[in-house]
């Protein structure tokens, strides 16, 4: 397969996970790295679950995405921060 290959057919609803410290300013981090990489993001595509403890949060966003260049982009932004401990 080479680097444009994918299973995936764009566009498409897609569904990015992001895990990290339970704290708003996570929340508010992951909104700001995924927006960079997309046009509009609906805030009701947010979604926020905290850990048990309350410790981890987990953040999923669902954009609309437009080609795995942009996925790709993406979860690079995300994995390159520090205070992501991870993406999928």
């Known amino acids: 397969m080479d680097d444009e290959t994918t299973l995936l057919e764009f566009p498409c609803q897609f569904p990015i996970k992001v895990m990290g410290k339970g ?3 996570f929340e508010l981090l992951v909104i700001e790295l995924i ?3 997309i046009d509009n993001l609906d805030p009701s595509a947010v979604k926020r679950r905290p850990s048990k403890s309350g410790n ?3 953040i999923t966003v669902t ?5 795995k ?3 790709d982009a993406i979860y690079q932004s ?4 520090p205070l992501v401990l991870m993406a999928l």
Request: hydrophobic share 45%; glycine share 0%; charged share 25%.
């Open 56 to 58: 981890y949060l987990a």
């Open 23 to 25: 704290d708003v300013e």
């Open 78 to 81: 995300l994995s390159a921060h």
């Open 63 to 67: 954009i609309e995405a437009i080609s």
């Open 35 to 37: 927006s960079e990489h």
């Open 69 to 71: 260049k942009q996925l």
